[in-house]
């Protein structure tokens, strides 16, 4: 028997099992997809918010802050890319500055350190590339970016080797009670039996929660979709620009990553399938219109890629952290959407301390809360790289050229805890195919090292699971003749 079912692999989900690996308890996180990180946290901003722009007295205020303080050591413990960089809510015309008052003021009450208005020529002198229109700002000092997909992973990774276990491709079908240990939960893995189960799964959160309670909330898929900047634009911008945000959302931004690429959107749309993450022509339209506002010397050819993702807005337009009123050790983690990731760090030790509490579970004595990165090529120096190369050859294959990845990256990415099992997967632990040329190079290869790491044929090789698959047949089987 388990003492603790997670539903849902995203930066919650897996910050919840890490969290909870502090503690002596048989923890299971089911993922329904086929790796971790494939909902909301793999396609967001990358910024860790100041705090300023949630109404004061919410979840979304206290875990915003709370969350936002936690990420130099968090970021430190699991060896993952963040940086302070500070954003700035720039007033352009009209209402726009009286709505910069308004953001100060909120943000004071709650509790955010360090905000200040800036004049236009702070402004021009701190990012010289913004528009010379504008007219004033609001300075977010403790605003950061992060790398959401590496944070997950490495939730996930430290999660496994403090004793929890994940399953993926294991969705979760029903949820019932079961007197010998308080809840069945049904998967398409299998059944499990456990003490408590907590709701994690981003946008299907109140699927789950109908399972079990009665007292109901509803998610509704709300879009962003983007533009990535190529790298040779890297230092366009110090800090994250945003214009004032609107009922939607916090409206279109110009935002530096931590990989260098700069990231254009998102757009706010509601939409009715919650797996809509396509990029549509209106919606890009309405990104560089956005962008171009900010950024005016925009290179129409910057662009490597397009992406989108679906936010979890919940209809009580916050996030619901807790047990269920009426189910006993049912958890939720639900209606977290932006700033989810922000505040991920708080809600996992929030969570975390409040289920151990109701187990009366015990320390786990050998809790290890590091992680080491998988070394990254592209980050050594010569000397580095000599040395790398001289213990594993497989250094000085280099898989991705966009991104100089190289093919013991690769391999480790595939045997790490957790590890990738998809060429999505690759990607996101690796960055290969994540440059210039979006994967049009180092695929192939991709595809025969997780052949030859997983013991499978190219033909069971899937893009991102499911019937993504990246071959459909031979030409010529392996005598020679047609198939
Ligand atoms: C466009 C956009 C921009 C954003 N920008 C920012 C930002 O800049 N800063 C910020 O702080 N936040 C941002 N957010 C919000 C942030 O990304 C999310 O709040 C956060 O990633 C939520 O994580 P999660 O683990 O709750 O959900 P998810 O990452 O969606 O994970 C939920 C998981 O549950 C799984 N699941 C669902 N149903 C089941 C089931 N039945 N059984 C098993 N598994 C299941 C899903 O497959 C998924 O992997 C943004 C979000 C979007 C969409």
Request: hydrophobic residues 40%.
């Amino acid at each position: 028997m388990l003492d603790v079912v997670i539903i849902g692999g995203g930066v919650v989900g897996c910050a919840v099992a890490r969290e909870l690996s502090r503690y002596d308890l048989r923890i299971l996180l089911l993922e329904k997809t086929a790796d971790i990180c494939n909902g909301q946290s793999k396609a967001n901003t990358a910024i860790v918010h100041g705090g300023y722009d949630a109404q004061p007295g919410t979840n979304k205020a206290k875990f915003n802050l709370l969350g936002n303080a936690m990420f130099e050591q968090i970021c430190t413990e699991l060896e993952v890319p963040f940086k302070r960089n500070g954003s700035l809510v720039v007033a352009f015309e009209g209402d726009d500055e009286q709505m910069i008052d308004r953001l100060f003021e909120r943000g004071q009450e709650n509790g955010v350190p360090g905000l200040s208005i800036i004049d236009r020529e702070e402004i021009l002198r701190r990012e010289p590339n913004l528009n010379p229109t504008a007219k004033r700002a609001l300075l977010v000092r403790n605003a950061g970016i992060c790398c959401p997909y590496e944070l997950t992973q490495a939730y996930a990774e430290n999660a496994a080797c403090n004793g929890a276990e994940f399953i993926r491709e294991a969705e979760v079908t029903s949820i019932l009670p079961n007197p010998q240990s308080g809840w069945l939960v049904r998967s398409m893995a299998g059944e499990f039996e456990t003490r408590a189960v907590i709701n994690c799964a981003g946008i299907y959160a109140d699927k789950i929660n109908d399972m079990v309670s009665q007292d109901h909330f509803s998610i509704h898929p709300r879009r962003g979709e983007y533009y990535i900047v190529d790298k040779k634009y890297a230092g366009k911008f110090t800090s994250t620009i945003f214009q004032i945000p609107t009922r939607l959302g916090k409206g279109i931004l110009v935002a530096p990553t931590v990989d260098g690429t700069i990231l254009l959107g998102p757009t706010a749309d509601d939409i009715q399938d919650r797996d809509d993450t396509r990029s549509t022509a209106e919606g890009l339209k309405k990104v560089l219109a956005g962008a171009g506002k900010s950024w005016p010397e925009l290179p129409g050819r910057a662009f490597i890629t397009t992406f989108s993702g679906v936010r979890a807005h919940c209809d009580r337009d916050d996030f619901i952290i807790g047990e269920a009123k009426d189910a006993p050790l049912f958890f939720n983690a639900a209606g977290i959407e932006s700033p989810g990731l922000s505040s991920a760090p708080a809600i996992a030790d929030y969570l975390a301390k409040m289920v151990a509490k109701r187990l009366k579970a015990a320390q786990n004595p050998n809790f290890d809360p590091h992680r080491a990165a998988i070394p990254k090529f592209r980050e050594m120096s010569c000397q580095e790289r000599k040395l790398a190369i001289a213990k594993n050859p497989d250094f000085a294959r280099i898989v991705c050229r966009c991104e100089t990845v190289s093919e013991a990256e690769i391999r480790e990415s595939i045997r790490r805890p957790v590890g990738a099992r998809t060429v999505d997967g690759v990607k996101r632990r690796t960055r290969a195919g994540m440059g210039r040329c979006q994967a049009g190079f180092c695929t192939a290869r991709v595809v025969e090292i997780l052949c030859e790491e997983l013991g499978k044929s190219p033909l069971e090789i899937t893009k991102c699971g499911g019937e993504s698959k990246m071959l459909t047949g031979f030409l010529f089987n392996r005598g020679g003749g047609e198939e």
